[in-house]
């Protein structure tokens, strides 16, 4: 992994802007810590939080994984959100109370998660409706990019139930409140990325989709031989 990562990294760095770079160290800077909480774990011998921790660290490399398997490329934000998001819910949200401690901190990284997905669902449904693998129309890219975040999303509400189940934790906390919650504020995060792709689609205007749809296909060559936009 470490040599995975270090030529990744260099590549990376050759080809990132100043924005990418800093979300890069601070990515990595947040697996730094999930490391530091794994030895701590280990030395106290708080073997909960040491599964966890290591769940979360390799959790981490998922998008150096597809990029080195498949050929690639996500864009920076992703790496960044999914580092993040896993340190705050898994590192600070399970191990360090931080759930409990505020209450709105569960409800931000669900919706956080929503959008990230979504994101992920939209480019996936873009990079198969553009090489004209599939026919399909703005409005059902972004109700399949709503759903992708969606279905994550109980995917994730499972591990937590099981979790707690099989293992005695309390993952879930308040249990069926708890988990509507969850699955509302991710619904509203992967609602607002399903309604800003289709207004993509159907020719608008978005900075956000703009920035990582250029950074998609000028870095993905093999994905979008031959680069247009997509919108009518």
């Not at 909480?37 to 660290?57: E, Q």
């Amino acid at each position: 992994i470490y040599l995975l990562e270090k030529n990744a990294i260099m590549r990376m760095l050759q080809q990132l802007d100043r924005a990418e770079k800093i979300q890069l160290i601070v990515s990595y800077a947040f697996r730094v810590l999930i490391i530091i909480a794994i030895i701590s774990a280990g030395i106290n011998r708080n073997w909960i939080t040491l599964f966890m921790a290591v769940f979360a660290l390799l959790s981490t490399f998922l998008p150096s994984f597809i990029q080195h398997n498949y050929k690639i490329y996500l864009p920076v934000e992703f790496d960044f959100m999914i580092t993040v998001f896993i340190y705050a819910s898994l590192i600070l949200g399970e191990t360090h109370g931080y759930y409990t401690r505020y209450w709105w901190w569960d409800l931000v990284l669900h919706s956080t998660a929503g959008v990230t997905f979504g994101f992920l669902g939209f480019f996936i449904m873009y990079i198969l409706h553009h090489e004209r693998k599939i026919a399909t129309s703005p409005i059902l890219i972004a109700l399949f990019s709503f759903s992708f975040a969606v279905a994550i999303g109980s995917i994730w509400e499972i591990s937590e139930f099981s979790m707690d189940h099989f293992f005695r934790l309390n993952m879930q906390k308040s249990g069926l409140q708890d988990t509507m919650w969850d699955m509302m504020v991710n619904g509203g995060g992967a609602l607002l990325t399903g309604i800003l792709g289709y207004f993509y689609v159907k020719g608008g205007d978005s900075l956000i989709f703009n920035r990582l749809i250029t950074r998609l296909t000028t870095r993905n060559p093999r994905l979008f031989r031959q680069y247009t936009h997509m919108k009518r």
